[in-house]
C-alpha cells in the first residue's frame, strides 16, 4: 500500500499533517497548503482498496462512490460534513486504488466525550441539530444507517455535523434493506427485518443521546459481556434515565421505542418536541426571550429547568444545585468542581475581598458565559463574617457577580448545622449533613473544596473536605489543589 505521502501535493498544492483517525474503512489526515504567507487547513479521508478486495467484493467501490456522490449532492447544507473535491490515485504494483476525499477540518465528537460528560443542554442542541441534519437526509431519500458519536463532528465554532455517508443508502419505494452499521447503536429491526425505513435513524439517534444523558454509558451495560445489546435488540424497556428533566427522558425513549411505528414519525417532529420541551422548562420571563429567537436547543445556553429549591438546572453550559430563591433570585452553587486554583498566589494575610480567586471568578470565568447568561447573573453585596471558632477577619465587603460560599452558608443549606457554632476547640464540624457536601469533579473523583470564609488565621481559608466536613481552621490559602465551586445569584 503507498504512503499517502507519495501523492504529495495532494490536489497540486496541499501537503500531508498528522494523522487524524480513522472513518469509514478509510484514514483521515490533517493537510495544509500556505499562500501570501496564510495557513489554510483542511482533511483528507484516505479510502484504500486492494486490488484482490476489488475483486472479491466490487461492491466496495459502489460504498466509496455512493459516499462521494451523497456528500457532493449536500454540499452547503447546514450540519453536513462538506466535501470540497476527489481524487483517485491508481497503486503502481497492484491493481487498487486510493480515493481521497477533501473535507472541511473538524473535531470528531466521540474524542470531545473521552474528555468529558456532555451538559444536558448542549444534547439538547445537539439532538436538534442532527435532527435537521435526518430532515435533509429525508428530503433526498437518504437512511444513513451509522448515527454514533465517531460519525459526528465538532465545528469551530460548536455546530454538530453528519458525517460518513459510506454506508448510506437511497430509499427504494420507502424502504431500504441489508444489515450494516454499528450494531451499539442500530435499530431493532435493521437485525431483524429485511426492510426498514428512516424510523431506524431516529431510533439510532435516540440511543446515542440516551447514552450521552447516561454518562456515555449503554442502556443495559452493566451486563456482562455484549448482553446489553441483545437485551435492546429483544425488546427490553429501556430504563428511564436518571438526573435528567422527565420531558427529556420522555422524549428520549419515545425515540427508542421498539416498534417503528412508536417512535417519531420524523426527525422534524422529534426535533420540534425537543425544542418545545426545553423551551416549556424554563421561566417565563426567560421564555420571552426564547421567543425572539428561532430556536431555544440551538441558539439559547440558558436555563433548562425551572429553579425548584434543592434541585439541579443547566445553566450557561453547567450544572447547578439551587440552594434558595428569594426576591425574584435562585442561588446556584456548581454541581461539580469546576478546578483546582489556589485561594491566594501568596502565603499572606488576605480576605475574600482581596483574594487572587475572586478575582479569577469575577474576570476570567465570568467572561465564559455568554452575554445573554451574563445578563441573568446578578451583581451581589457578599459579606464574609469573622470566623466564629478563631475570632480571624472576614474582611470588607465586595460587589460580586460569581462567589464561593462562607461556612455559614456551607452550614446552612446543606442542613442546620449552625447549631455546632461557638464551640471551642473545635476545628471541623462533622455531622449527619456531611454526605450532601461531598463534591467531585467531572471525572467523577471526590475532592475537597474553598469557602470564602477564613480559617484559624487571615493567612488560612476554610474548605470543606473530601468527606463532606466543614474545615473551620482551615489550609494555607496559597494550596494549588482546592477545588473551585461557584456560586451565584440568579436572577428569575
Known amino acids: 500500500m503507498p504512503d499517502i505521502r507519495d501523492y504529495e501535493p495532494l490536489f497540486g498544492r496541499w501537503t500531508v499533517g498528522k494523522r487524524l483517525g480513522a472513518g469509514g474503512f478509510g484514514d483521515v489526515y490533517e493537510i495544509y497548503r500556505e499562500e501570501l504567507g ?11 482498496i486492494p486490488g484482490e478486495r476489488l475483486e472479491e467484493d466490487p461492491r466496495i467501490l459502489e460504498r466509496v462512490k455512493t459516499e462521494i456522490k451523497t456528500m457532493l449532492n449536500m454540499k452547503g447544507a447546514n450540519h453536513i460534513v462538506g466535501i470540497e473535491e476527489f481524487a483517485v490515485e491508481n497503486w503502481k504494483r497492484d491493481n487498487g486504488r486510493d480515493i481521497l476525499i477533501r473535507m472541511e477540518l473538524l473535531t470528531s465528537l466521540a474524542s470531545v466525550i473521552k474528555k468529558e460528560v456532555m451538559q444536558i443542554n448542549e444534547v439538547i442542541k445537539l439532538g436538534c441539530q442532527i435532527c435537521k441534519m435526518l430532515e435533509i437526509c429525508e428530503k433526498n431519500d437518504i437512511i444513513h444507517r451509522d448515527i454514533k458519536p465517531a460519525n459526528l463532528f465538532v465545528s469551530q465554532y460548536g455546530d454538530y455535523k453528519l458525517g460518513d455517508f459510506g454506508i448510506a443508502r437511497t430509499l427504494e419505494d420507502g424502504k431500504a434493506s441489508t444489515f ?23 431510533y439510532s439517534l435516540g440511543i446515542m443521546l440516551y447514552y450521552l444523558l447516561n454518562n456515555n454509558k449503554m442502556p443495559f451495560e452493566s451486563e456482562d459481556g455484549e448482553k446489553y445489546i441483545s437485551m435492546r435488540i429483544d425488546g427490553e424497556a429501556l430504563p428511564p434515565l436518571n438526573n435528567v428533566p422527565d420531558w427529556l427522558s420522555r422524549i428520549v425513549l419515545k425515540a427508542c421505542s421498539y416498534r417503528p411505528e412508536d417512535r417519531y ?30 430556536t431555544f436547543s440551538t441558539e439559547f445556553s440558558g436555563i433548562t429547568a425551572a429553579p425548584k429549591i434543592g434541585g439541579a438546572i443547566d445553566f450557561g453550559g453547567r450544572r447547578w444545585r439551587v440552594l434558595d430563591a428569594q426576591n425574584g433570585k435562585a442561588l446556584l452553587l456548581s454541581e461539580k468542581i469546576i478546578e483546582k486554583r489556589k485561594y491566594n498566589e501568596q502565603y499572606t494575610n488576605i480576605t475574600w475581598a482581596d483574594c487572587a480567586l475572586r478575582g479569577y471568578l469575577n474576570g476570567e470565568f465570568y467572561n465564559t458565559f455568554g452575554s445573554r447568561d451574563k445578563a441573568l447573573i446578578a451583581e451581589t453585596k457578599i459579606t464574609t463574617e469573622d470566623n466564629p471558632w478563631f475570632g480571624a477577619k472576614g474582611g470588607n465587603a465586595a460587589n460580586d457577580r460569581i462567589f464561593l460560599l462562607s461556612i455559614e452558608e456551607s452550614a446552612q443549606y446543606f442542613g442546620d448545622s449552625g447549631q455546632l457554632k461557638n464551640r ?16 467531585t469533579d467531572e471525572a467523577g473523583r471526590a475532592s475537597w473544596w474553598w469557602l470564602r470564609s477564613p480559617g484559624c488565621h487571615s493567612r488560612n481559608a476554610a474548605f470543606v473536605s473530601t468527606d463532606g466536613f466543614l474545615n473551620v481552621s482551615g489550609i494555607i490559602a496559597d494550596s494549588a489543589s482546592g477545588g473551585v465551586r461557584p456560586a451565584l445569584w440568579l436572577n428569575l
Open 180 to 202: 450494516i452499521g454499528t450494531k451499539e447503536f442500530l435499530a431493532p429491526e435493521v437485525f431483524k427485518m429485511p426492510n426498514y425505513d428512516l424510523r431506524a435513524d431516529i
Open 424 to 439: 471551642p476547640g473545635v476545628s471541623s464540624i462533622k455531622d449527619r449533613y456531611n454526605s450532601a457536601r461531598i463534591a
Open 38 to 48: 496564510i495557513t489554510q487547513r483542511a482533511a483528507v479521508k484516505r479510502i484504500s
Open 265 to 294: 414519525k420524523s426527525p422534524s417532529e422529534m426535533r420540534e418536541a425537543l425544542e418545545a420541551g426545553g423551551k416549556a422548562a424554563v421561566p417565563n420571563h426567560i421564555s420571552e426571550i426564547i421567543e425572539s429567537r428561532s
